[in-house]
């Protein structure tokens, strides 16, 4: 089972993707956000459909305490916008934390800051990806 992941930013949405199996996360993308959210919707249905995605996953800014705040509440909410067009299961999944992992990760891999500003959302898409892969229940 395929499944796609956002990353959702008030400026850039990251994209991952999994592989056939539902098992590895990988960065896919970085859409830029328009003046138009329908416009933003609709680019992500066009990508659930050309990846064959059967779920999307939608990473939840959670307060650090656990609580949802605005951020959070303002993701629900798209969350629920972006559902009515994408034509698959959404689940959201705490993202705490994701885009310093992300960071970390470029780091590591020796990228200049510039670069990793080009990076970190897919990569912080990829990270929630692979959290929620890793924690659903094997069969």
């Given at each position: 089972?395929?499944?796609?992941?956002?990353?959702?930013?008030?400026?850039?949405?990251?994209?991952?993707?999994?592989?056939?199996?539902?098992?590895?996360?990988s960065?896919?993308?970085?859409?830029d956000?328009?003046?138009?959210?329908?416009?933003?919707?609709d680019?992500?249905?066009?990508?659930?459909?050309?990846?064959?995605a059967?779920?999307?996953?939608i990473g939840?800014p959670?307060s650090?305490?656990?609580?949802?705040?605005?951020?959070?509440?303002?993701?629900?909410?798209?969350?629920?916008r972006?559902?009515?067009?994408?034509?698959?299961p959404i689940?959201l999944?705490?993202?705490?934390?994701?885009?310093?992992?992300a960071?970390r990760?470029?780091?590591?891999a020796d990228l200049?800051?510039?670069?990793?500003?080009?990076?970190?959302?897919?990569?912080a898409?990829?990270v929630?990806l692979?959290?929620?892969?890793?924690?659903?229940?094997?069969?």
């Open positions: 089972m395929r499944v796609m992941a956002l990353d959702l930013g008030s400026k850039r949405i990251g994209v991952a993707v999994s592989d056939l199996t539902g098992t590895i996360a960065p896919h993308s970085v859409i956000r328009s003046s138009s959210p329908r416009h933003d919707h680019t992500i249905r066009r990508l659930v459909l050309e990846e064959e059967e779920a999307l996953v939840l959670l650090l305490d656990g609580s949802t705040g605005p951020a959070a509440k303002a993701v629900i909410d798209e969350a629920k972006i559902g009515t067009v994408v034509g698959v689940h999944q705490d993202e705490r934390l994701t885009t310093v992992a960071d990760l470029l780091r590591e200049s800051a510039t670069q990793r500003r080009r990076f970190v959302d897919k990569v898409a990829a929630i692979q959290t929620w892969l890793d924690a659903r229940p094997t069969t």
